[in-house]
């Protein structure tokens, strides 16, 4: 929490700097007495309430950064006082209301970013006033009207989205006045109307989303003229006439023209070819009567199909749950991701693995997802995807990441997956920023033990998870565990104990059986979980420097359990006088070593490791009472 007293630091000071460090409750009104405040950064906090009015105050300030936090309440005018600031960051919080006219006073202004928010205003004309402005992101608001004709002013701007909002009428033909415009995007509103000749007289446009909007009439030969556009979408509009086949449409796909039903061009587009000649109506006729007989001829065969298929999961008693089908979920499509991503921005960027990214994004309905999306020019990405997806489809439990959805074209494959705002258990074990207590570590390895518990026993056909791990165990917003990542899992059949594989895991998890002979089994997860139930108490990793040769980090607990279990422990959890506490994490750590002796059939099986830890969560809990 900022305390009040922050109004008592020096009034010479000209930074505060605290981005990212969990602060949460409301900005002091206090904070308006620092009078020489050049920059002010809370950016990626839990700070919660409205803008203070005194902020108006700091009349130097060129810089505010508050994105990601809770805020609430409007923007206001005071901020309109601030006739330095240059740059204004208020993205990802919960403000309401309008977009303040003055703004258009603050004619320093280059960056305004105000996306991801609840403003239900129209686009202030005013704003065109700001000559020197850069960028302007409105995105994901609701924000409605006519776009300004003014917007053509801002010359200088070379960033301009005003996506997913519920701008109505045309697309101004000034906007084709904004000669330094690289991104332009106006997707997801109710436009309507042609798209401006004008468009194609920006020289250096590179990125033009127009999709899903209201648009008719045919597309501009003049952006032909693009030739730095990498970029384009129109899809879902009621465009018709000839797709545009030179300059930057050389090396565009079907994708970018989608859902225009009366569009027509080259085959590459996926679209009828156009018109040729003056008997073309006799020609479409002709092909008609060839058409529907084979189209009569393919429903028959399709019903004769879909009868027999119901008759056989009928007879069997197993007619398949539309809820339980990966690809039966709501389809999300590959633009709605784009966007949710902001095209797949660095700064939604969260991470990587072995097939691919993994991005954060924003639906328009405002739900978080993580997307996984999948590097098809890596070797096995595609198997990886099938795989993630067949096992997927089936599992339900609350310490799996839930799966919203899933994308998959000839192009392009992704899984549309539950967002955890706090990453990793990775993350929480080896970051200065972030620590988690003896109860915490053994709360989240219980969550993990459920989930293989129920991958294991509480499956039809049992899952083999084959990569557990720190990384692919993703924390929410209660730190409750969710395992992660199935893409070299394997499905046991019937009668099968094991099987074999030539994908290999992460090193230093792996069973030795897995990594001699590629046999894989229930006991090889068990063996994963082992190690990382000591890698999470000792702050340890498997293959750290200091495991060489025949010591392993295995070796190094087993040696030193007997003598001194604090030598092996993480040195932030434990004191010398927590002898209780000391026998509960010993009695943990044999657990662990339960679970990745060298045998497959002398491992324990996750029920009994759920069931061990829990009576030791117990006792620790007892020992935290007591003191």
Not at 6 to 12: A, I, W
Not at 15 to 24: E, R, Y
Not at 552 to 561: A, E, G, H, I, T
Not at 574 to 592: G, H, Q, R, T, Y
Request: proline content about 4%; aromatic content about 8%.
């Amino acid at each position: 929490m900022l305390p009040a007293s922050v109004g008592n630091l020096s009034t010479s000071l000209e930074k505060v700097l605290a981005s990212d460090c969990q602060i949460k409750g409301g900005i002091p009104s206090e904070i308006g007495n620092l009078s020489s405040l050049i920059f002010l950064y809370l950016y990626k906090n839990i700070l919660t309430g409205p803008i203070p009015m005194t902020l108006g105050n700091l009349s130097r300030l060129q810089i505010l950064s508050l994105a990601k936090n809770k805020l609430t309440g409007s923007i206001g005018d005071n901020l309109c006082k601030l006739q330095n600031l240059g740059e204004i960051y208020l993205g990802e919080n919960q403000f309401s209301g309008l977009v303040p006219k003055c703004l258009g006073n603050v004619t320093s202004l280059r960056v305004i970013q105000l996306n991801f928010n609840r403003l239900s205003s129209t686009i202030p004309a005013s704003l065109g006033h700001l000559k020197d402005l850069l960028e302007l992101d409105l995105s994901s608001n609701n924000m409605s009207g006519s776009l300004p004709t003014e917007i053509g002013n801002i010359k200088a701007a070379v960033h301009i989205d005003l996506s997913q909002n519920q701008f109505s009428n045309g697309i101004p033909r000034e906007i084709g006045d904004m000669q330094n415009l690289i991104h332009l995007s106006l997707a997801q509103n109710k436009l309507q109307g042609s798209i401006p000749d004008s468009i194609g007289s920006i020289p250096s446009l590179d990125f033009l989303d127009l999709s899903n909007n209201n648009l008719s009439g045919s597309i501009p030969m003049s952006l032909e003229n693009l030739r730095y556009l990498n970029y384009f979408n129109v899809s879902c509009n009621s465009l018709h006439g000839e797709i545009p086949s030179s300059g930057p449409f050389k090396n565009l796909s079907g994708l970018s023209f989608m859902l225009n039903e009366a569009l027509c061009g080259a085959p590459r587009f996926s679209v009828p070819p156009c018109p040729t000649s003056s008997n073309h109506r006799s020609k479409r006729k002709k092909l008609l009567l060839i058409v529907f007989p084979l189209l009569g001829a393919v429903v028959i065969i399709v019903f004769i199909i879909v009868a027999f298929v119901w008759m056989r999961y009928r007879r069997e008693g197993n007619v398949p749950d539309q809820a339980d089908l990966l690809a039966t979920r709501e389809r999300i499509s590959y633009y709605e991701i784009v966007q949710a991503t902001n095209d797949f921005s660095g700064s939604n960027f969260i991470g990587s693995g072995s097939f691919g990214s993994v991005y954060k994004g924003i639906l328009r309905n405002g739900t978080i997802i993580a997307v996984k999306v999948f590097n098809l020019q890596l070797e096995g990405a595609f198997k990886s995807f099938e795989t993630e997806c067949e096992v997927l489809r089936n599992l339900r439990h609350r310490n799996l990441t839930k799966v919203v959805s899933s994308c998959s074209n000839l192009d392009f494959k992704a899984i549309v997956l539950e967002y955890m705002p706090n990453g990793s258990l990775e993350r929480w074990l080896y970051s200065h920023n972030y620590f988690l207590d003896i109860i915490q570590r053994l709360s989240i390895m219980i969550d993990v033990a459920f989930a293989l518990e129920y991958l294991h026993h509480g499956c039809s056909t049992p899952v083999i998870h084959c990569d557990l791990k720190p990384s692919n165990v993703l924390l929410d917003e209660n730190m409750v565990a969710h395992v992660s990542d199935f893409g070299i899992s394997k499905l046991l059949g019937e009668d099968e104990s094991d099987l074999h594989t030539k994908t290999l895991a992460t090193l230093g998890y792996i069973a030795p059986e897995y990594g001699r002979e590629g046999l894989v089994s229930l006991q090889c997860d068990v063996y994963s979980y082992g190690i990382m139930l000591m890698e999470t108490f000792t702050r340890k990793r498997p293959n750290d420097d200091i495991f060489d040769g025949d010591l392993s980090l295995r070796k190094w607990v087993n040696d030193s359990l007997s003598e001194a279990t604090s030598k092996v422990v993480d040195a932030n959890l434990l004191k010398p006088e927590d002898k209780d506490k000391i026998d509960c994490v010993a009695s943990i750590m044999k657990v662990a070593l339960d679970c990745s002796v060298e045998s497959p059939d002398e491992r324990i099986n996750m029920k009994d490791v759920v069931g061990m830890l829990q009576k030791i969560k117990i006792q620790l809990l007892s020992c935290s009472a007591s003191t």
